[in-house]
């Protein structure tokens, strides 16, 4: 379970232009990323309506993009786009965290903004990395210490809504750490980007004997 009904929420709400924005600005750094590898086919896990996603598929058409996301109200949105857009890489299936059932395997997973809403957030991160192929990388950013600061004083008292939605992150229950991350996988995870202190992205590279 998550803290909110995430199909309810894409049912009802548009992504804000700063988070279209950012994911754009996110799509531009996993491509300049790829352009330095040999990557087959990629996947985002908490696609939701899949900005970064849809900017990547038109960038690389040679390469297939998955997006996964709980919410069938998004996949169907972002369906209808693909259908619309002839976007011919690009796919979307319902699936969730923390234990994915999709049996495929990638050369790139990210997970983006995502794991702040995940309970188990050891086994979920252990399931993205299961999905990865031998040799690619897992992209992700995850709930820490500052975040929950930062959080704790941006929500007001009286929006009961966003204290649902980060209910985990507030309380700490699935704060997490780089250290920790490095305990789960066993493998040392590498900043990718960050754009605060509280927002750090890490990726992380399979072995190819794993």
């Known amino acids: 379970m998550t803290p909110i009904d995430w199909n309810e929420h894409w049912a009802l709400h548009e992504e804000p232009e700063g988070a279209t924005q950012f994911a754009v600005e996110m799509a531009e750094r996993v491509g300049r990323f790829i352009d330095e590898r040999d990557v087959r086919d990629a996947a985002d896990f908490g696609c939701g309506l899949a900005t970064t996603l849809f900017e990547l598929a038109g960038m690389y058409p040679s390469i297939d993009f998955f997006g996964f996301d709980i919410a069938e109200s998004a996949i169907r ?27 495929r395997r990638f050369d790139l997973v990210f997970c983006f903004s995502t794991l702040h809403y995940i309970k188990d957030i050891e086994e979920a991160i252990r399931s993205l990395f299961r999905l ?23 929500i007001l008292p009286d929006d009961g809504y966003s204290r649902r939605r980060f209910s985990l992150l507030l309380s700490g229950e699935n704060v997490t750490s780089q250290r920790k991350i490095r305990r789960i996988l066993g493998v040392n995870p590498r900043k990718f980007y960050s754009s605060k202190m509280y927002n750090i992205y890490v990726i992380v590279r399979k072995p190819r004997s794993g």
């Open 132 to 154: 990865v192929n031998p040799g690619g990388h897992l992209i992700l950013n995850y709930p820490n210490l500052y975040s929950k600061k930062a959080k704790e004083k941006e």
């Open 77 to 103: 949105e972002n369906r209808e786009r693909v259908e619309e857009g002839g976007h011919g890489n690009l796919f979307f299936e319902m699936d969730s965290l923390p234990a994915p059932k999709t049996l």
